[in-house]
């Protein structure tokens, strides 16, 4: 399915950001779905999970079971973690939810922690309709998605939540859009 194509590049976009700035530390997959594929090859990182189930959760992972449409805060302590991702998950939240998971992941976040986020670009929207109706993408997927972004509305979230040295693009043709971010810190960052 065109979907596991797209979830590697996802995985690898991210991949390769967090590892081009950090060798190793702790990380946290928001939305790590059903098995965490992208975690699995974050081998030298202390790997944590969270989503609303993961019913094979391996070994290695730590997994927490949290529903993130609630807009609860994370289960976490304050500056937890080196790096946070959330592929392909924000356009699955409600506009308020997705402004209280970013001031929570800003909050779980160590100083000059980096954040990546991957997500649909907003005018894909009727184009992935069209692959869920021809069973190339997930139509439960499509149909779960409720917000919609560009890279100046993804810019303008992370700021709000207080995200520092943001940084856009896109990727896959354009269809998808990722941000990598930095909560800001005492020491000087080191670009994403």
């Given at each position: 399915?065109?979907?596991?194509w797209?979830s590697?590049?996802?995985?690898?976009?991210?991949?390769?950001r967090?590892?081009a700035?950090?060798?190793?530390?702790?990380?946290l997959?928001?939305g790590?779905?059903?098995?965490?594929?992208?975690?699995?090859?974050?081998d030298?990182f202390?790997?944590?999970g969270?989503?609303?189930?993961?019913?094979?959760?391996p070994?290695?992972?730590?997994?927490?079971v949290?529903?993130?449409d609630?807009?609860?805060?994370?289960?976490?302590?304050?500056?937890?973690?080196?790096?946070?991702?959330?592929?392909?998950?924000?356009?699955?939240?409600?506009?308020?939810?997705?402004?209280r998971?970013?001031?929570?992941?800003?909050?779980?976040l160590?100083?000059?922690g980096l954040?990546?986020i991957?997500?649909?670009?907003?005018?894909?929207?009727?184009?992935?309709?069209?692959?869920a109706?021809?069973?190339?993408?997930?139509r439960?997927?499509?149909?779960?998605?409720k917000?919609?972004?560009s890279e100046?509305s993804?810019?303008?979230?992370l700021?709000?939540?207080?995200?520092?040295?943001?940084r856009?693009?896109?990727?896959?043709?354009?269809?998808?859009?990722?941000?990598?971010?930095?909560?800001?810190?005492?020491r000087g960052?080191?670009?994403?």
């Open positions: 399915m065109l979907e596991t797209l590697k590049k996802r995985h690898k976009l991210a991949k390769d967090i590892c700035v950090l060798s190793a530390g702790s990380i997959d928001i790590c779905g059903m098995y965490p594929a992208f975690l699995e090859s974050m030298r202390k790997r944590s969270i989503d609303r189930q993961c019913p094979g959760a070994e290695w992972l730590d997994f927490t949290h529903d993130l609630k807009a609860e805060a994370l289960p976490f302590e304050d500056g937890s973690f080196d790096a946070v991702s959330a592929l392909a998950l924000i356009e699955h939240l409600p506009p308020a939810a997705a402004e998971l970013m001031q929570e992941v800003r909050r779980v160590k100083e000059n954040l990546v991957t997500t649909p670009a907003y005018w894909t929207d009727r184009i992935l309709r069209i692959l109706a021809f069973k190339l993408v997930s439960q997927e499509i149909e779960e998605h917000n919609l972004f100046r993804l810019r303008e979230l700021s709000a939540a207080g995200f520092s040295d943001i856009t693009g896109n990727f896959e043709l354009g269809m998808n859009i990722y941000a990598v971010a930095r909560k800001p810190g005492l960052p080191k670009g994403p």
